[in-house]
């Protein structure tokens, strides 16, 4: 899998938050409530949708499916003046990322195994305890082998 080492700028993130599971994974849900109502934000930079995880302490390094974390649907915005009721701000700081171009479909855990089972413990680079996402732009078709997303990683040098 393709992937390089960007140092991300802190973003502007406005969407919504539910507390899920692997185990339990609440994540189809929200993205079915957040997709009708996305237009209502009206200060978005582009139309990348931002799907962000964040993780308690060490969560990968004792994996349980059962602990909880939180999972947002987000898109980038240029400040928060106008928040649509029901809706959450987010400040994504910025920091160093593995960027990894994913192509099939969403719901495929090879990805996610390749990181953290093989790139990872061979980078020299370690998890670092900061918000997970992935961008879904122009070329994300959900569930299709044809999809493609970028899967962004905080990373610290070991």
Known sequence: MEHRIETLSEKKLIGTCIVTTFANNKTVEMWKSFMPRRKEIKNNIDTDLYSMQIYPPLFYENFNPNKEFEKWATIEVTDFNTVPDGMESF?????????????????????FEYIFKTWIPNSGYVVDDRPHFEILG???KNN?????EEIWVPIKPV
């Open 91 to 111: 400040i994504l700081k910025g920091g160093l990322y593995a960027v990894f171009l994913y192509k099939g479909p969403a719901s495929s855990p090879a990805p």
């Open 138 to 140: 122009e070329k994300y």
């Open 144 to 148: 299709s082998p044809d999809s493609e």
